[in-house]
Structures are given as structure tokens and as C-alpha cells.
């Protein structure tokens, strides 16, 4: 019962901390933007935003995802992510962006 009780427990606070964002980006808001079947919440705090990739798809690598990503930036942001500047992985990513 007790295994039980802690595998239910386990289960539930990673389900709810798959789309919460980092600290440096609590309290922004977040807009969901889904670019040829890739959803991301992007949240912007000046010129970083983060990214958090929610729907299910095999993703083998950030340099993969990095140009819906892109797409996903510029939609909900309105700037444009800079070059040389993504880091994080495949489900969560960060990157400086260009705004006028």
C-alpha cells in the first residue's frame, strides 16, 4: 500500500511539472504556440525566452526542433530568436531574441 500511495505520488508531481516554467521565468506569461505538430509554451522575460516543448513526438536532438522552435518564437513574441544563442534540449530551450 505504502509503494503504492509514493508510486502515485511520484507520478502526479511530474505530470504537473511538465509545462512549468524555470525560476528565472515564473510569473511570465505563457502563450502556447503549436508550429507543424511541435506545441510549445513560450514564455519572454525581456530578451530570453523559454520554451517547453508539451506535445508527445520523438525528438532526438535540439538542433532538430530549434527551427520550429524559431517559428514558435517569433509567433508569440514578435522578434526574431538570435542566432548562436539557443541552449537548453530537445523539451525545454532557451534563447536570446532580436526585438525592434
Known amino acids: 500500500m505504502r509503494y503504492q500511495l509514493a508510486g502515485t505520488i511520484l507520478v502526479a508531481a511530474s505530470l504537473a511539472a511538465c509545462n512549468t516554467a524555470s525560476p528565472g521565468f515564473m510569473g511570465a506569461d505563457v502563450q502556447t504556440v503549436t508550429v507543424d505538430g511541435s506545441t510549445f509554451d513560450v514564455r519572454r522575460k525581456g530578451d530570453r525566452v523559454e520554451l517547453i516543448r508539451t506535445?508527445?513526438?520523438?525528438?532526438?536532438?535540439?538542433?532538430?526542433i530549434v527551427p520550429r522552435a524559431a517559428e514558435a518564437v517569433v509567433a508569440a513574441t514578435g522578434c526574431a530568436p538570435k542566432d548562436g544563442t539557443w541552449t537548453g534540449d530537445q523539451a525545454v530551450m532557451r534563447v536570446r531574441v532580436d526585438c525592434p
Open 55 to 64: 506535445n508527445r513526438e520523438a525528438v532526438f536532438s535540439l538542433r532538430s
